[in-house]
């Protein structure tokens, strides 16, 4: 069974500038969420997506959304991106249908932001 | 307060030893600790969860010691090997995965 996809690998992109990242979860599964990871701040959460609903948020501004469609995969959107938004972004998905399905990552979009 | 403390930030053992990495946790809401491993270059892998109605959970070297009471986990690697150098990272659920700040593993052969 393939594993989570994220795309694409890397992505430089300008300061103001937008950019989507994209996210296919493992077959079957339902759920998808975003991770963050810095190395000052760790791995942060940012939304899940369950059934093509947003069931949880994190504290991140809105200029980070997200989506999922009706196959699952999802996509993740940062707007007028800032330097502190360089990151790795982590999609991660699970089943979902309860609270402690496991998580399954995908190996991340490294985004830098000049 | 979703906190979830980890430590040490770093550690560095002998071939064939003992590794121990701790986590503290403040919500007694969270039902589910996993623990994951991270190599440089890949996202994080589940390596081994706990439910807090278990006290320790085994599979192979790896052994996860769950304490309700002091609201403590540690993750400990018997024989540890050079291959297990990596970051680990604790986590816990409720609603959302909380993770700790992670521990870099340095094995020496």
């Known amino acids: 069974k393939a594993g989570v996809t994220q795309t694409p690998r890397y992505l430089i992109k300008t300061r103001g500038q937008q950019v989507t990242l994209s996210c296919s979860p493992i077959?079957?599964?339902?759920?998808v969420s975003w991770y963050q990871q810095t190395p000052g701040q760790g791995l942060q959460f940012l939304f899940e997506?369950?059934?093509?609903?947003?069931?949880n948020k994190g504290n991140f501004p809105g200029r980070f959304s997200g989506r999922q469609f009706s196959n699952s995969r999802s996509e993740m959107n940062v707007s007028t991106l800032e330097l502190g938004d360089s990151a790795l972004y982590l999609c991660?998905?699970?089943?979902?249908?309860?609270?402690?399905?496991?998580?399954?990552f995908g190996n991340g979009t490294r985004l830098t932001v000049t | 307060q979703q906190q979830v403390k980890q430590s040490p930030q770093s550690l560095i053992v002998q071939k064939g030893g003992i590794s121990i990495i701790n986590c503290a946790y403040e919500n007694t809401a969270f039902d589910y600790f996993p623990w994951y491993q991270q190599f440089p270059g890949k996202g994080p892998a589940l390596l081994i969860a706990i439910r807090p109605d278990v006290s320790e959970k085994k599979e192979g070297r790896f052994t996860i010691s769950f304490n309700k009471s002091a609201k403590q986990f540690s993750l400990h690697i018997m024989d540890s090997q050079p291959g297990d150098s990596a970051t680990y990272f604790c986590?816990?659920?409720?609603?959302?995965?909380?993770f700790g700040a992670g521990t870099r593993l340095a094995v020496h052969p």
């Open positions: 986590a816990a659920l409720y609603n959302k995965l909380i």
């Open positions: 077959s079957g599964h339902r759920s």
């Open positions: 997506y369950f059934s093509e609903t947003q069931r």
């Open positions: 991660a998905s699970s089943l979902g249908g309860q609270n402690n399905s496991p998580l399954h």
